[in-house]
C-alpha cells in the first residue's frame, strides 16, 4: 500500500512522518521501530530518529510505502 505525504516547509522529521501518516501511535512507538531498524528510507535502513526528509524521498514501515510531495 502507498501513501503520499506533502510537506510542508523543507522537510518533516522521520519520527514526526510515522506520526502523522499514523503509522506509529506515538512518538515513543516511533522512536522504538526507527532504533530497531524496522523503518527504510530510499531503501536503506535508517536509525536516525530526527533524519530530515524532504519531497522526493520515500519511506518503507510496516508494509506500507510513503512518498513525499511538496505541498
Known amino acids: 500500500m502507498s501513501i503520499t505525504l506533502a510537506v510542508r516547509g523543507d ?3 522521520l519520527d514526526q512522518l ?3 501518516t499514523g ?7 516511533a522512536h522504538a521501530a526507527i532504533a530497531e531498524g524496522r523503518v527504510r528510507v530510499d531503501g536503506a535502513v535508517d536509525t536516525r530518529k530526527r533524519a530530515k526528509l524532504r519531497p522526493g524521498q520515500t519511506v518503507q514501515f510496516a508494509g506500507e510505502e510513503v512518498r513525499l510531495v511538496a505541498e
Open 11 to 13: 522537510y518533516i522529521q
Open 18 to 20: 510515522l506520526k502523522a
Open 23 to 29: 503509522l506509529c501511535d506515538s512518538g515513543g512507538a
